[in-house]
C-alpha cells in the first residue's frame, strides 16, 4: 500500500535561509506523482509543486523546489528565502490511482 | 472563474444532530472528491463520486456518513448523529479528469468545519 512519510513534525528557519522539509514515500506503482502542499492557519490547501516519477528533472515553482530521489524514495520541499508569510503546516501527498495520500505533515514556523 | 465553493465554512452541531456539508465543483468539473483532516493531522481521502455515482467510497465510515452528488446542484456529504470523534474539517476538491493525474489538477475548497457539541 501507499505511504507517505513526513518525520518532522515541526521546523524553524530564520526568515531570508532556505529550509528543507523531508518527505519519503513507499509505493509499488511505476508511475506516480508527488505533490506538496500548504496550509496557513486560515485553513485552505494550496497547491505548491508536483513531480511526475518519470520527469528527468526536479520540479521548480518559483522559490519552491522538490529534491526527488527516486532511488530513495524521497521528495524533499526546499523553499528558499524563507519570507514570514511560509509560515504554515505543508503536507506532502502522492497520488493512488484518482485518490491523494497525504503524510501527516510539517508545521514551518519562519523566524523575523 | 470561481474555484471549488463549500459551505459552510464553520458548523456547530450538538451530539446527535445531523450536518449537512455542500460542494459546487468548479464549472465544467464533473469528478468530485471528500476528504477528512482531523486535528494535527493530515487529509484522509472518504469518497470520489461522479455525477449521479458513487465510484469509491472506501473512506467513508461504515455507518452515519453518506455522500451524493446529483445530476443538478452540489454534492452533499451528510453526517448522522453526529459524535463528538466526527469533529474535524471536511474538504472537497474536484477536478476535470479523473483524479490527480498530473500537477495543479485537482482543486481544493477552502473546505468546511465541523464542531460537535
Known amino acids: 500500500a501507499q505511504k507517505i512519510t513526513q518525520t518532522q513534525p515541526g521546523m524553524f528557519v530564520q526568515e531570508k535561509e532556505a529550509v528543507t522539509l523531508d518527505c519519503t514515500y513507499d509505493?509499488?506503482?511505476?508511475?506516480?506523482?508527488l505533490f506538496w502542499y500548504k496550509q496557513p492557519s486560515s485553513g485552505e490547501m494550496i497547491f505548491l509543486i508536483y513531480?511526475?516519477?518519470?520527469?528527468?528533472q526536479n520540479a521548480t515553482e518559483g522559490r519552491y523546489s522538490l529534491n526527488f530521489q527516486k532511488a530513495r524514495k524521497s521528495a524533499n520541499l526546499v523553499i528558499s528565502a524563507s519570507q514570514l508569510g511560509d509560515s504554515a503546516m505543508y503536507f506532502c501527498?502522492?497520488?493512488?490511482?484518482?485518490?491523494?495520500?497525504f503524510g501527516s505533515g510539517t508545521r514551518l514556523l519562519v523566524r523575523p | 472563474n470561481a474555484g471549488v465553493m463549500q459551505n459552510p465554512r464553520h458548523l456547530v452541531r450538538r451530539r446527535g444532530q445531523e450536518a449537512r456539508l455542500r460542494c459546487s465543483p468548479m464549472?465544467?468539473?464533473?469528478?468530485v472528491y471528500w476528504y477528512r483532516q482531523l486535528p494535527e493531522e493530515g487529509l484522509k481521502f472518504m469518497v470520489y463520486?461522479?455525477?449521479?455515482?458513487?465510484?469509491?467510497e472506501s473512506g467513508m465510515p461504515k455507518e452515519r456518513f453518506s455522500a451524493e452528488f446529483p445530476k443538478e446542484g452540489p454534492s452533499i456529504l451528510r453526517i448522522q448523529q453526529v459524535v463528538r470523534g466526527d469533529s474535524a474539517a471536511y474538504f472537497c476538491?474536484?477536478?476535470?479528469?479523473?483524479?490527480?493525474?498530473?500537477?495543479?489538477?485537482?482543486?481544493f475548497g477552502e473546505g468546511s468545519w465541523l464542531t460537535v457539541v
Open positions: 463520486l461522479q455525477k449521479e455515482n458513487i465510484i469509491d
Open positions: 509505493t509499488s506503482d511505476q508511475s506516480y506523482g
Open positions: 501527498a502522492m497520488d493512488s490511482s484518482y485518490k491523494l495520500i
Open positions: 464549472k465544467g468539473h464533473s469528478h
Open positions: 513531480q511526475g516519477s518519470y520527469d528527468e
Open positions: 476538491a474536484s477536478s476535470p479528469q479523473p483524479g490527480p493525474s498530473s500537477g495543479n489538477t485537482i482543486y
